[in-house]
């Protein structure tokens, strides 16, 4: 049987070193050891790392994919199908949620600009009166900006999703932006990076996150408000301990 190094299963498959070693870390690709230390692996690794990447492209999270795997090596076809028919039918139903979602928030922009279209070139100082956009037309995206700068998590909790971020983020690029920091990730890593930036909003609803899908690169920018800098800087733009405040 065939057996690979890490730069060995890396050519093979496509997946890079450093999402080998994610993938290690979070339990999804085990490795044997050589005398040496060197991480080895079997034949099955290659189908193992296929499996999860179609996983993946159906929206999985890395959770869910860890939880199908022992599944897919000891069941069945029909058993795999079964387990994955309701995980991808709850995907589907968030899909179109965002998209009900967008085109709401699409067409309040258009009633927007058309009551912007309709306003009379007034030159006196702009007020209340002058711009007025509904409470409708503000999205979702942007309520971070006056959430309060506190956190739901547990102190334990903080710990282990801090570390959760820094195993995300290992070796990640890191570029200042206006009220934030853009990274820069292998594309592989655009699930999880999602999964955990959702659970993030959901304790700290004060941090903003874009992603964009730059070829074989994600590019990530968390963003804060300025009470909440320096929370940010400690999560997500250098190894420090992360000292959250309490709701």
């Given at each position: 049987m065939s057996t690979y190094r890490i730069s060995q299963l890396a050519e093979r498959t496509g997946v890079p070193a450093t999402t080998l070693r994610f993938y290690e870390a979070e339990g999804l690709l085990p490795a044997a050891r050589t005398a040496s230390g060197y991480r080895v692996y079997g034949e099955g690794a290659v189908e193992r790392l296929a499996f999860i990447g179609t996983a993946k492209h159906l929206g999985l999270p890395l959770e869910e994919i860890a939880e199908l795997l022992p599944v897919w090596e000891s069941g069945t076809c029909a058993e795999?199908?079964?387990?994955?028919?309701?995980?991808?039918?709850?995907?589907?139903?968030?899909?179109?949620?965002?998209?009900?979602?967008?085109?709401?928030?699409?067409?309040?922009?258009?009633?927007?600009?058309?009551?912007?279209?309709?306003?009379?070139?007034?030159?006196?100082?702009?007020d209340a009166e002058c711009v007025a956009v509904p409470a409708a037309a503000v999205p979702a995206a942007e309520r971070w900006?006056?959430?309060?700068?506190?956190?739901?998590?547990?102190?334990?909790?903080?710990?282990?999703?801090?570390?959760?971020?820094?195993?995300?983020?290992?070796?990640?690029?890191?570029?200042?932006?206006?009220?934030?920091?853009?990274?820069?990730?292998?594309?592989?890593?655009?699930?999880?990076?999602?999964?955990?930036?959702?659970?993030?909003q959901e304790c700290c609803p004060f941090f903003d996150f874009r992603i964009h899908l730059d070829g074989p690169l994600l590019r990530l920018e968390v963003r804060a408000p300025a009470d909440g800098a320096g929370l940010l800087a400690e999560l997500f733009g250098q190894s420090q301990p992360v000292r959250r405040k309490r709701r």
């Open positions: 795999v199908r079964a387990d994955l028919i309701p995980r991808v039918a709850a995907r589907t139903d968030q899909a179109e949620r965002r998209v009900a979602e967008l085109a709401h928030f699409a067409a309040s922009l258009r009633r927007a600009l058309d009551d912007l279209d309709a306003l009379p070139e007034r030159t006196s100082r702009c900006r006056t959430a309060p700068v506190a956190c739901s998590l547990t102190a334990g909790d903080v710990g282990e999703r801090a570390a959760r971020w820094r195993r995300l983020l290992d070796g990640a690029g890191h570029e200042p932006i206006a009220g934030g920091v853009r990274l820069a990730l292998p594309v592989e890593r655009a699930a999880a990076v999602a999964e955990l930036a959702a659970a993030e």
